[in-house]
């Protein structure tokens, strides 16, 4: 695991914004339009505007937990490097992947250096659109959650972080496309 000792960068505005612990509260309904959002695509270095999806293709929102560059959720890392390797299997079957995480721009690069990232990584350094999905947070950063929609934009899956499940298979992934 890239994971190292080394914390710097860690205790920081984001930190102590998602430090408190706040349960996952999401409300969308399968069905239902998903929120639309504007965010950088670190990878492709361009603005991702998640309503250009609509009518054209199927989307699988992968939120996730990266602390700092240095630093990944234990529970969200197996799950970005599943991601990753099954990049090429959402795409044949016409899916694109967006990776959210909460890291800055500069974070966001190193992790794309690191993992090779295939996927989209959009940078949320906010947390406005991990808020926007009602996603909750616990120890300094946003908790994980998984959204497919179908080529419309509406919510056709949705996976909350739990102790019990911390992500979706990819095989669940898959499965719930189209």
Same mark, same amino acid.
């Given at each position: 695991?890239l994971? !190292?000792?080394?914390?710097?960068? =860690?205790?920081?505005?984001?930190?102590?914004? $998602?430090? #408190?612990?706040?349960?996952?509260? $999401?409300?969308?309904?399968?069905?239902?339009?998903?929120?639309? *959002?504007t965010?950088?695509?670190?990878?492709?270095?361009r603005?991702?505007? *998640?309503?250009?999806?609509? $009518?054209?293709q199927?989307?699988?929102?992968?939120?996730?937990? /990266?602390?700092?560059?240095?630093?990944?959720c234990?529970?969200?890392?197996?799950? /970005?490097?599943?991601? $990753?390797?099954?990049?090429?299997?959402?795409?044949?079957?016409?899916?694109e992947?967006?990776?959210?995480?909460?890291?800055?721009?500069?974070?966001s690069?190193?992790? /794309?250096?690191? =993992?090779?990232?295939?996927?989209? =990584? #959009? !940078?949320?350094?906010?947390?406005?659109?991990?808020?926007?999905?009602?996603?909750?947070?616990?120890?300094? @950063?946003?908790?994980?959650?998984? *959204?497919?929609?179908?080529?419309?934009?509406? =919510?056709?899956?949705?996976?909350?972080?739990? *102790?019990?499940?911390?992500? @979706?298979? /990819?095989?669940?992934?898959?499965?719930k496309?189209?």
């Open positions: 695991m994971t !190292s000792n080394d914390f710097s960068g =860690l205790l920081n505005e984001r930190f102590f914004r $998602n430090l #408190l612990p706040i349960p996952a509260t $999401n409300d969308l309904t399968i069905g239902e339009l998903a929120p639309g *959002f965010l950088p695509d670190i990878t492709n270095s603005t991702v505007r *998640f309503s250009e999806y609509r $009518n054209k199927p989307v699988l929102l992968a939120f996730t937990r /990266i602390f700092t560059e240095k630093q990944y234990p529970l969200c890392f197996p799950h /970005i490097k599943a991601l $990753n390797e099954n990049y090429e299997k959402f795409t044949s079957q016409g899916v992947v967006l990776l959210i995480a909460s890291t800055d721009e500069q974070q690069k190193t992790v /794309i250096k690191d =993992l090779k990232l295939k996927m989209p =990584l #959009l !940078s949320d350094p906010t947390c406005r659109v991990f808020h926007s999905y009602k996603l909750g947070q616990a120890l300094g @950063a946003p908790l994980p959650g998984q *959204f497919v929609t179908d080529k419309e934009g509406l =919510l056709r899956y949705k996976h909350l972080f739990s *102790f019990l499940s911390h992500n @979706a298979s /990819i095989e669940t992934l898959l499965k496309i189209h």
